[in-house]
């Protein structure tokens, strides 16, 4: 166990050094924060108040902003639950390169601690910087005066954290396994930081995407985290909005701004996203040991 926290301390130490590294990872998030700031967050909260004004109500300007930038730092620490751990697995691709994996094979350091420590340093990676993404947006709704967050939302905000950030790390160390130079990596953490932030309703509501897009962000992880985060954090301003309208219009709003999912005409709600960004967990932490394991017999056959 000594031998695992010292090489997981170490590749996490060299992620922590790397200070551009944490700021790409932290991209996606402030371009969903500059995105709402310059424009996104004006039109939102037009929109919603011009379809109040429709239906007789007036007033509730407090409430609109409240749900708009609820939904905005839900997508901002939704989409570092996933870009932090990508950027962390560069350890990976970087020990690769340099032979230090080889290295670690011929050496006798057990089979199962190197890739044991590159997940753990990837996922406290992740806890880390994502903690404190999740601490500044719970600042900003307090300081904004739209805070409508009860102690059990902040409780399960951070479970929803630590849920996402295992089954991102789980996903993208198993990904990542199969990438053998950095060129190929930063290829993918260019792609995958521009789209992630469209492609889980970060930037904008899935439901502004066509049928065919909606349904394939649906198979997305990240899509379900992305919908818990929205219901912890806008719940208590959607419940406000519905006292102030009806429910049939907090009804409307939730299905607009994703926080029930349409997966194949099935509406999913925060236990069946929940279910889903376990079991990508699970699943992907599984599929990486037996590529590990068939590596490993393969090898041993080539010999």
Not at 263 to 277: N, T
Request: hydrophobic letters at 55%; a neutral charge.
């Amino acid at each position: 166990m000594h031998m695992l926290f010292s090489m997981t301390s170490r590749n996490l130490k060299i992620f922590l050094k790397d200070k551009a590294n944490i700021f790409f990872s932290l991209l996606c998030p402030l371009i969903v924060l500059a995105l709402y700031v310059l424009f996104l967050g004006r039109l939102q909260a037009d929109g919603i108040e011009e379809a109040l004004t429709a239906i007789g109500v007036s007033g509730a300007e407090d409430a609109v902003q409240a749900f708009c930038d609820s939904w905005m730092l839900a997508g901002a620490v939704s989409s570092a639950c996933i870009t932090v751990p990508l950027c962390a697995c560069g350890v990976m691709v970087q020990d690769r390169r340099r032979g230090i994996t080889d290295d670690l094979k011929a050496s006798p350091v057990p089979a199962w601690v190197a890739p044991a420590s590159y997940f753990l340093a990837v996922a406290a990676a992740g806890l880390v910087l994502c903690s404190a993404v999740l601490a500044v947006s719970l600042v900003w709704l307090a300081v904004s005066g739209s805070w409508c967050l009860s102690a059990a939302d902040v409780f399960a905000s951070v479970g929803v954290m630590v849920l996402s950030v295992l089954s991102s790390t789980a996903l993208l160390v198993f990904v990542v396994g199969f990438i053998r130079s950095e060129g190929a990596f930063t290829g993918l953490n260019v792609i995958l930081g521009t789209v992630v932030g469209f492609l889980i309703g970060a930037y904008m509501p899935l439901s502004a995407f066509p049928e065919g897009v909606q349904y394939f962000s649906a198979c997305i992880p990240g899509t379900h985290s992305a919908g818990l985060f929205r219901n912890f954090f806008m719940g208590g301003a959607l419940d406000e909005l519905g006292a102030r309208s009806s429910p049939q219009f907090a009804d409307a709003l939730a299905e607009e701004f994703s926080m029930k999912l349409d997966f194949f005409g099935v509406s999913l709600g925060p236990a069946a996203m929940a279910a889903v960004v376990a079991a990508a967990a699970v699943l992907f932490a599984g599929l990486a040991v037996l590529a590990r394991a068939f590596a490993a017999r393969r090898r041993k056959g080539a010999r």
